[in-house]
């Protein structure tokens, strides 16, 4: 059979972070929501999205297709059933479609012929961007107990201080001297080649994924991913970090998501609590104004490619876009959009010409390419987002 994800109603709801990516390349828990899927359902998947990300995501469509709603996260209830599913049948959660059977030939206007079979266990599903993070201790704890079934960790050092043993699971080629691991709330999972340097205080449900390195004498509180080849210090709280990020010195990060190619400078900090304890809003791209959240504790979402000079300050709830550059003194607004350079004194467009000369140099450190298919991506969106540039 041929799995496909596709973004769904959701996609707006996500920004800035699906600018750039499909709904399945989300990270939430230790793996993206495409690995997951694919991790359990055992064959690679595609994607339907936008039309302008479709060179780097293609949809590869067969004779008999499962078309899954990317927002859901799999379960292993879910996937059973969902490879029961026969022609013109969905599967629908809570009056949402989360996958249905098609073939070539068949065009889906509506679900009105199709068998509607209720999924009736619990499901979490990432509707908003604010749901990455407050859904992150539950998807780290699907992700661990999916990882580890069955495996063995590697050994904890022995001067590395572990409270909660069974409940942590280390890869190898992982390095974690003189280190303070405490899963006494949740499982701690380290990646692959990861390192946690001497003094860190690591608490979970927390997850390091390959290659990434907790510098020395950092504070991490739980519900916090940080996903691959990235390098974190200073205090972070209730945050995923998607990978090839770097907030490297100290600072506070709290109820916050940050996506690729992204840059904290030292001493910046989210504010993650307003001052009269009210409700936290955040710009919705959908409304084009503030929509509530729910929560009272809400910081930071950064799309990938952005940047913030040394002791910069974000207010309660702030969204910036993709590309932007923010450094100076004040607090910025609530909401920077896309390829904004400047701060609280003012912006200016953040040209194309330098957004690829930062872009293939970042990546270069990492030793990617920063190839044509980005160039398209990172183009499109500097022509999508210039109704928010009124500088």
């Given at each position: 059979?041929?799995?496909?994800?596709?973004?769904?109603?959701?996609?707006?709801?996500?920004?800035?972070f699906?600018?750039?990516?499909?709904?399945?390349?989300?990270?939430?828990?230790?793996?993206t929501?495409?690995?997951k899927?694919?991790r359990?359902?055992?064959?690679t998947t595609?994607?339907?999205?936008?039309?302008y990300?479709?060179?780097?995501f293609?949809?590869?469509?067969m004779?008999?297709?499962?078309?899954?709603?990317?927002?859901?996260?799999p379960?292993?209830?879910?996937?059973e059933?969902?490879?029961?599913?026969k022609?013109?049948?969905?599967?629908?959660?809570?009056e949402?479609?989360v996958?249905?059977?098609?073939?070539?030939?068949?065009?889906?206007?509506?679900?009105?012929?199709?068998?509607?079979?209720?999924?009736?266990s619990?499901?979490?599903?990432?509707k908003n961007?604010w749901?990455?993070?407050?859904?992150?201790?539950?998807?780290?704890?699907?992700d661990?107990?999916?990882?580890?079934?069955?495996?063995?960790?590697?050994?904890i050092?022995?001067?590395?201080?572990?409270?909660?043993k069974?409940?942590?699971?280390?890869?190898?080629?992982?390095?974690?001297?003189?280190?303070?691991?405490?899963?006494?709330?949740?499982?701690?999972?380290?990646?692959?080649n990861?390192?946690?340097?001497?003094g860190?205080?690591?608490?979970?449900?927390?997850?390091?994924?390959?290659?990434?390195?907790?510098?020395?004498?950092t504070?991490?509180?739980?519900?916090?991913t940080?996903?691959?080849?990235?390098k974190?210090?200073?205090e972070?709280?209730?945050?995923?970090i998607?990978?090839?990020?770097?907030?490297?010195?100290?600072?506070?990060?709290g109820?916050?998501v940050?996506g690729?190619?992204?840059?904290?400078?030292a001493?910046?900090?989210?504010?993650?609590?307003?001052n009269d304890?009210?409700?936290?809003?955040?710009?919705?791209?959908?409304?084009?104004?503030?929509?509530?959240?729910?929560?009272?504790f809400?910081?930071?979402?950064?799309?990938?490619?952005s940047?913030?000079?040394i002791?910069?300050?974000?207010?309660?709830?702030?969204v910036?876009?993709?590309?932007?550059n923010?450094?100076g003194?004040?607090?910025p607004?609530?909401?920077?959009?896309?390829?904004?350079?400047?701060?609280?004194?003012?912006?200016?467009?953040?040209?194309?010409?330098?957004?690829?000369?930062v872009?293939?140099a970042v990546?270069?450190?990492?030793?990617l390419?920063?190839?044509?298919?980005?160039?398209?991506?990172?183009?499109?969106?500097?022509?999508?987002?210039?109704?928010y540039r009124?500088?």
């Amino acid at each position: 059979m041929n799995y496909i994800l596709f973004d769904g109603s959701v996609r707006n709801a996500l920004l800035p972070f699906t600018y750039t990516r499909p709904v399945a390349d989300i990270r939430v828990g230790i793996l993206t929501i495409r690995e997951k899927w694919e991790r359990r359902i055992g064959v690679t998947t595609t994607t339907l999205t936008e039309e302008y990300l479709e060179e780097k995501f293609p949809m590869v469509e067969m004779e008999q297709n499962i078309m899954i709603n990317a927002s859901f996260l799999p379960t292993d209830q879910l996937v059973e059933e969902l490879k029961e599913l026969k022609e013109n049948q969905a599967l629908i959660y809570k009056e949402d479609i989360v996958a249905f059977f098609t073939t070539d030939t068949q065009e889906v206007e509506s679900f009105d012929d199709f068998e509607q079979l209720e999924f009736d266990s619990e499901l979490l599903q990432i509707k908003n961007t604010w749901d990455i993070f407050s859904l992150n201790s539950k998807a780290i704890q699907q992700d661990f107990d999916f990882i580890t079934q069955g495996r063995k960790s590697a050994d904890i050092p022995e001067k590395t201080v572990a409270f909660n043993k069974e409940n942590i699971f280390i890869e190898d080629g992982a390095k974690l001297p003189l280190c303070s691991l405490n899963a006494t709330n949740g499982p701690i999972y380290i990646g692959e080649n990861a390192e946690i340097m001497e003094g860190a205080m690591i608490r979970g449900p927390f997850a390091l994924c390959e290659n990434s390195i907790i510098k020395m004498g950092t504070k991490i509180y739980g519900g916090t991913t940080i996903g691959p080849h990235s390098k974190i210090g200073g205090e972070v709280n209730n945050s995923v970090i998607f990978g090839n990020s770097n907030k490297g010195h100290e600072g506070y990060l709290g109820n916050a998501v940050l996506g690729e190619w992204c840059n904290i400078g030292a001493d910046t900090n989210n504010s993650n609590l307003k001052n009269d304890y009210a409700e936290v809003k955040l710009w919705s791209y959908e409304t084009q104004r503030f929509a509530k959240t729910g929560l009272q504790f809400c910081g930071l979402m950064m799309g990938d490619h952005s940047k913030c000079g040394i002791n910069t300050m974000f207010n309660t709830g702030t969204v910036i876009g993709v590309s932007a550059n923010i450094f100076g003194t004040g607090f910025p607004r609530n909401f920077v959009p896309s390829y904004s350079w400047g701060g609280a004194s003012g912006y200016t467009t953040y040209q194309m010409n330098k957004v690829k000369e930062v872009a293939a140099a970042v990546m270069l450190r990492k030793g990617l390419d920063f190839d044509e298919q980005e160039v398209k991506i990172l183009e499109h969106i500097f022509e999508e987002t210039k109704q928010y540039r009124n500088f």
